[in-house]
């Protein structure tokens, strides 16, 4: 059961005249997790642009004709290396290089590191539903803990690890 | 029997006339021998006692004299010391206001009418030429070393990492304030349009999720 405790002026702060509890702060808000996926979609987008044509092309100048096998090979990397790229991170140190730039880590409800299998299924629902991820987002604004309905979901907590 | 007989003979010859001559003359003469000895060896004594009497006092009077004319010295040479040290005060106050005039006079008198004439034949003569004289060994000789020095100096380094990392980290503060500062702002504007979280966290009216902290 949760225990509550009375809120002081000093665990506010005023913003435009409202009040946020501070509390709410150390968790990312809403603005700065799309700015790390923000950032994180634009990597991904130029690594997996280089890693699906730049082996092609320069197997067809070096050698000829590039063969069939390596444009599926580098297609299926291309295409894996989103889910590699958050599934990793998130379990290492859970901060994609995104995060890492804003300040944020993504945690296990308790504040644990993220399992391994916690952090490839948050990374394949949100890579194979991301319209849904994105309006799951919308969730934070009025979350105490500032949560995802996949943070929800998958237990998670995305903190500033940064102050 | 043949030994006895010379032993008879020369006692007989001591207790003769002149046997008892010769041996006055010998005794007489060892006797002399002896008191001159004496004489020579108390005349020997007394000259040692005088000679180391007179070393003495003259080594007295020799130490004395030395510090006398030590002390003369030390007094002449602090004098010296001090009579030099005085003038060279005053000779070089002298020639501190001497030179100090001098200059001041050059400087509202000289200086300014040496700098107008020169400064045009200057900048339209003699730099120029310097220039184009200097530059092409410039060029070609000191700025490579320069650049050389630079580039493999590990301060210069240090530094241009630093200057990046501190740009990069002031950018990325920069990034951070601004995501965490709309964070708020969008937070309160959803609240406000909803009016449903600003109860929970507005004038600490509500409780807290301690959860939460």
Same mark, same amino acid.
């Given at each position: 059961?949760?225990?509550?405790?009375?809120m002081?002026?000093?665990?506010?702060?005023?913003?435009?005249?409202?009040?946020?509890?501070?509390?709410?702060?150390?968790?990312?808000?809403?603005?700065s997790?799309?700015?790390?996926?923000?950032?994180?979609?634009?990597?991904?987008?130029?690594?997996?642009?280089?890693?699906?044509?730049?082996?092609?092309?320069?197997?067809?100048?070096?050698?000829?004709?590039?063969?069939?096998?390596?444009?599926?090979?580098?297609?299926i990397?291309?295409?894996?290396?989103?889910?590699?790229?958050?599934?990793?991170?998130?379990?290492?140190?859970?901060?994609?290089?995104?995060?890492?730039?804003?300040?944020?880590?993504?945690?296990?409800?308790?504040?644990?590191?993220?399992?391994i299998?916690?952090?490839?299924?948050?990374?394949?629902?949100?890579?194979?539903?991301?319209?849904?991820?994105?309006?799951?987002?919308?969730?934070?604004?009025?979350?105490?803990?500032?949560?995802?309905?996949?943070d929800?979901?998958?237990?998670?907590?995305v903190?500033?690890?940064v102050? | 029997?043949?030994?006895?007989?010379?032993?008879?003979?020369?006692?007989?010859?001591?207790?003769s006339?002149?046997?008892?001559? @010769?041996?006055?003359? %010998? #005794?007489?003469a060892?006797?002399? =021998? !002896? &008191?001159?000895?004496?004489? +020579? /060896?108390?005349?020997?004594?007394?000259?040692?006692?005088? @000679?180391?009497?007179? %070393? #003495?006092?003259?080594r007295?009077? =020799? !130490? &004395?004299?030395?510090?006398? +004319? /030590?002390?003369?010295?030390?007094?002449?040479?602090?004098?010296?010391?001090?009579?030099?040290?005085?003038?060279?005060?005053?000779?070089?106050?002298?020639?501190d206001?001497?030179?100090?005039?001098?200059?001041?006079?050059?400087?509202?008198n000289?200086?300014?009418?040496?700098?107008?004439?020169?400064?045009?034949?200057?900048?339209?003569?003699?730099?120029?030429?310097?220039?184009?004289?200097?530059?092409?060994?410039?060029?070609?000789?000191?700025?490579?070393?320069?650049?050389?020095?630079?580039?493999?100096?590990?301060?210069?380094?240090?530094?241009?990492?630093?200057?990046?990392?501190?740009?990069?980290?002031?950018?990325?503060?920069?990034?951070?304030?601004?995501?965490?500062?709309?964070?708020?702002r969008?937070?309160?504007?959803?609240?406000?349009?909803?009016?449903?979280?600003?109860?929970?966290?507005?004038?600490?009216?509500?409780?807290?999720?301690?959860?939460?902290?």
């Open positions: 059961m949760p225990v509550r405790a009375p002081t002026p000093e665990a506010l702060k005023a913003v435009d005249g409202w009040t946020i509890p501070v509390s709410e702060s150390s968790y990312a808000g809403l603005a997790r799309v700015t790390a996926l923000a950032i994180d979609a634009a990597i991904l987008t130029i690594t997996a642009l280089t890693i699906s044509i730049l082996p092609v092309v320069a197997w067809r100048e070096v050698i000829g004709t590039s063969p069939g096998w390596l444009k599926a090979l580098c297609g990397l291309a295409a894996v290396l989103p889910w590699l790229y958050f599934t990793f991170s998130w379990h290492w140190s859970g901060q994609t290089a995104g995060n890492l730039l804003i300040g944020i880590a993504v945690q296990r409800d308790s504040g644990g590191r993220v399992s299998v916690q952090a490839g299924l948050r990374a394949a629902i949100g890579l194979a539903f991301a319209p849904v991820w994105l309006a799951g987002l919308l969730g934070i604004l009025w979350s105490k803990r500032r949560r995802a309905w996949h929800v979901v998958f237990r998670t907590t903190r500033r690890v102050r | 029997m043949t030994t006895a007989e010379p032993e008879v003979n020369v006692t007989e010859e001591a207790t006339p002149r046997g008892r001559l @010769a041996n006055v003359a %010998v #005794g007489t060892l006797i002399a =021998t !002896d &008191q001159i000895r004496d004489g +020579v /060896r108390s005349v020997r004594v007394k000259a040692v006692s005088v @000679a180391t009497e007179f %070393v #003495g006092k003259a007295g009077r =020799t !130490d &004395q004299t030395a510090t006398k +004319v /030590r002390t003369a010295v030390g007094e002449a040479d602090q004098r010296g010391r001090d009579s030099i040290e005085t003038r060279r005060r005053g000779v070089t106050g002298l020639m206001s001497a030179v100090g005039g001098m200059v001041g006079w050059a400087q509202v000289v200086m300014p009418r040496l700098v107008d004439g020169l400064v045009p034949h200057l900048i339209s003569d003699v730099v120029p030429r310097l220039i184009d004289g200097a530059l092409p060994e410039i060029q070609a000789r000191v700025v490579p070393v320069l650049i050389d020095d630079l580039t493999s100096d590990p301060r210069v380094r240090e530094l241009i990492l630093a200057q990046s990392r501190g740009v990069l980290g002031q950018v990325t503060e920069q990034v951070r304030t601004g995501a965490t500062r709309a964070d708020d969008l937070e309160v504007a959803a609240r406000r349009m909803f009016g449903r979280a600003d109860k929970e966290s507005n004038a600490g009216k509500s409780a807290h999720d301690s959860r939460g902290a």
